[in-house]
C-alpha cells in the first residue's frame, strides 16, 4: 500500500541518501508519516446527538500518556529495600484500541456509545493531498537535490550506489527506478566537450604543420599545447574551479590561443636560420629579442579582454567567472612558455 511504501522510505532510505556527502536536501514528496485516520458516520451522529467536537474532545482525553510512577517509591511507611517502576502501554496504536474509546455513558453505565458505533478507525496517512504513480503502480517519489558547491557527478554516482546497498533490505515486491537524472545530460555534454576538445588539438596540429611545412617546427607549438592545458588545470585546482561545461569550452577556445605565442616564436626562429643562416641556438636567441615585446604585448591585450569578465556583477558574473579566469591563466601561462620554453625546443629540434 501506499502508506507503507511511503513510511518505508521515509525510515530507511531517506536518511541512507542525506548521509551522503552533497546530497543532504533530499525530501519526499508529500508526507510519508503515518497517522490514525478517523472515519465518520453523520448519520448515525445525528441520530445519537453526538458531535464532532465530543469525538475530538473524547480522542484527546482518552488517548494521553501518563506517568505511572514507581511501587516503593517515597514516602513509605517504612524502609523499602526495593523499588520497581510500574511500565504501562502508553498511547493508542491499534484501529481497534480508538474504536473502543467510549464518546458517551449514560447514568449508571447503563449504555455506552463508542467510537466505533459513530464510525470507524483505520491505520493510513497523515496526508493525502499527493498522491504518486510510476508506471502505473503506487510510487514514492523521492527527490535528491544537489547541495551548492558539491559534484553533480560524484553526487548521482554515489546515490545509485547509496539505493544499491539498501536494496538488499526493501521488502518482496518493492522495487526502486530512477526516473529523472539531470547529471545525464551533464555528463553527455561533458563528453562532447571532451570530444572537441580532442578534435580542437588534432586540427590545431594539421593547420601548424601546413604552414611551417616541418615536423620539427610543428613540434614546437605542439608541446606548447600540454604544457599550458596542463598548468590552467593546476591553476583551476588552486582557484577551487571544478571541470564542468563553462572551464571546458574555455579549454576548447585556449587550444587555439596558446599555440599563438609559440607559432609567432618559432616563425622567427626559422626566419633568422634561412635569411642570417644562424645556427639554431643563437637564432633563437636572436628571434627573442625581436619577438619577446610583441609576445608580451599579445598576452597583455588578451588579458586585458577577459579578466574584467570575471567582476561582472550579479549571476551574470558568476556564469562567467570561471570560463573567464580559465582563458585568463591559459593565456598567461601561453605567453610564459613561448618566452622560456619555445625558444629552448626551437634550439635543440630545429636543424641547420
Known amino acids: 500500500p501506499q502508506t507503507f511504501v511511503d513510511n518505508f522510505t521515509n525510515i530507511y532510505i531517506l536518511d541512507a541518501l542525506k548521509r551522503i556527502p552533497g546530497a543532504n536536501q533530499a525530501s519526499i514528496f508529500g508526507t510519508p508519516d503515518y497517522a490514525m485516520r478517523i472515519w465518520l458516520k453523520p448519520d448515525r451522529m445525528a441520530q445519537l446527538g453526538i458531535t464532532v467536537e465530543d469525538i475530538k474532545n473524547a480522542v484527546a482525553n482518552q488517548n494521553e500518556q501518563f506517568s505511572a510512577g ?55 496517512s497523515k496526508d493525502y493531498s499527493l498522491r504518486s504513480r510510476y508506471k502505473g503502480k503506487t510510487a514514492t517519489l523521492l527527490a535528491v537535490y544537489q547541495q551548492p558547491g558539491a559534484n553533480a557527478l560524484a553526487v548521482a554516482e554515489q546515490v545509485r550506489k547509496t539505493l544499491e546497498e539498501v536494496k538488499k533490505s526493501f521488502p ?21 566537450v571532451v570530444h572537441t576538445l580532442r578534435d580542437a588539438v588534432i586540427l590545431v596540429i594539421l593547420v601548424v604543420f601546413l604552414f611551417l611545412q616541418s615536423f ?41 590561443i596558446v599555440v599563438d605565442d609559440a607559432i609567432v616564436v618559432i616563425e622567427n626562429v626559422e626566419r633568422n636560420m634561412v635569411e642570417f643562416k644562424m645556427p639554431p641556438k643563437e637564432a633563437a636567441k636572436h628571434a627573442m629579442d625581436e619577438v619577446g615585446g610583441p609576445v608580451i604585448a599579445i598576452v597583455l591585450g588578451l588579458l586585458a579582454v577577459f579578466i574584467p569578465v570575471a567582476f561582472l556583477s550579479g549571476i551574470t558574473g558568476q556564469l562567467y567567472k570561471q570560463f573567464a579566469i580559465t582563458l585568463a591563466v591559459s593565456v598567461l601561462l601561453s605567453g610564459i612558455v613561448a618566452l622560456t620554453l619555445s625558444p629552448a625546443l626551437a634550439a635543440i629540434l630545429l636543424k641547420p
Open 70 to 124: 514507581r511501587i516503593g517509591q517515597s514516602p513509605t511507611d517504612g524502609p523499602v529495600t526495593l523499588t520497581f517502576p510500574v511500565t504501562t502501554k502508553g498511547r493508542m496504536t491499534e484501529p481497534a484500541e480508538f474504536e473502543n474509546i467510549i464518546l458517551r455513558a449514560a447514568s449508571g453505565d447503563a449504555a455506552l456509545v463508542r467510537l466505533k458505533d459513530v464510525g470507524r478507525a483505520e491505520l493510513g
Open 172 to 192: 518482496p515486491g518493492m522495487e526502486y527506478e530512477v526516473a529523472l537524472d539531470t547529471t545525464e545530460f551533464v555528463h553527455e555534454s561533458i563528453n562532447e
Open 216 to 256: 620539427r617546427a610543428t613540434l614546437v607549438p605542439i608541446l606548447a599545447v600540454p604544457v599550458s592545458i596542463i598548468g590552467t588545470f593546476m591553476a583551476m585546482s588552486a582557484f577551487g574551479f571544478s571541470v564542468n561545461m563553462l572551464t571546458l569550452f574555455g579549454m576548447v577556445l585556449a587550444i587555439g
